[in-house]
């Protein structure tokens, strides 16, 4: 055999260079398989964009169906909707990302924040607070307003709360009005002619008056209230006073010049009787 032929007969190996050139085709060809899905995957996962820029239209202040009307008809998506509290009305757009006016990619989404209209509140408890300035801190601290005080006469004391409305407990948008009703602290005079003065001093106090007595000679029972100011069944504040006109019998009086009951005074007698005249 030949000197440095090989053993056995094996067939020589072929070099790197002499390679067979599909293999190259293959591993291109895998390339641009993976390359097209990772793009075809980054439109399904980033809203399809085709790469063409379109401007961004104005939506806020409008409804979302509008808004939703206007981006479809420049190739974009209404994205995320995000509910906030406000005065406009339900469902108004009040911002949106990107602005109006940007470039933004065709199927591409724009976020936005609704109007869910006012922030809910709950009414709170007005009644029987001492004034309607007391109110009006507890309303303010709930972002609720006083609307209209009236007055009514009550024996409670002048301007307690007496009623509200709405009610506690109410849920209401916030800035709404809440109306309430104050005791003026009038209350009407009791009727206590006729009456003994110690019963009529009794009614009056009790119903929160003060009493003051003025004495009358009368031949009506003596303590009778012979009359009473203010009158029956008028109006008059708590704690004031009502004096009433009380029957005696014998209330003294200084006596009138020309009164012949007038008692006149016995001329002044020296020791003996005699009447002392002057020198």
């Known amino acids: 055999p030949t000197a440095g032929a090989p053993v056995g007969g094996a067939p020589p190996l072929e070099p790197e260079s002499k390679r067979s050139p599909w293999v190259w085709v293959g591993i291109a060809a895998l390339i641009l398989i993976v390359a097209g899905s990772a ?44 509910p906030a509290a406000s005065d406009q009305p339900k469902g108004t757009i009040l911002t949106q990302n990107p602005a109006a006016g940007s470039q933004l990619a065709k199927g591409q989404s724009v976020s936005v924040s609704v109007s869910a209209g006012r922030a809910q509140v709950q009414v709170p408890t007005l009644t029987g607070l001492p004034s309607s300035d007391d109110a009006r801190v507890a309303l303010t601290e709930v972002q609720l307003v006083l609307g209209t005080v009236t007055q009514k006469d009550s024996d409670q004391p002048e301007g307690m709360v007496l009623s509200q409305s709405p009610t506690s407990g109410t849920t209401v948008n916030a800035g709404t009005k809440v109306n309430i009703t104050v005791s003026n602290g009038m209350v009407s005079v009791p009727n206590v002619v006729n009456q003994s003065e110690a019963q009529a001093q009794a009614t009056l106090q009790n119903a929160g008056f003060n009493v003051q ?38 209330v003294q009086s200084p006596p009138r010049a020309n009164d012949p009951q007038a008692v006149v005074p016995a001329p002044n007698t020296g020791s003996d009787g005699g009447v002392v005249t002057p020198n």
């Open 39 to 82: 793009l075809f995957l980054g439109r399904v996962l980033f809203g399809g964009s085709t790469g063409e820029q379109v401007t961004v239209p104005a939506l806020v202040g409008k409804t979302v169906q509008v808004a939703e009307q206007s981006l479809t008809s420049q190739g974009l998506k209404l994205g995320e909707q995000t």
């Open 213 to 250: 007595v003025v004495d009358q000679q009368s031949n009506q029972p003596d303590g009778t209230v012979l009359a009473q100011s203010p009158v029956a069944n008028n109006k008059a504040k708590k704690g004031s006073t009502v004096t009433i006109t009380v029957a005696r019998s014998n």
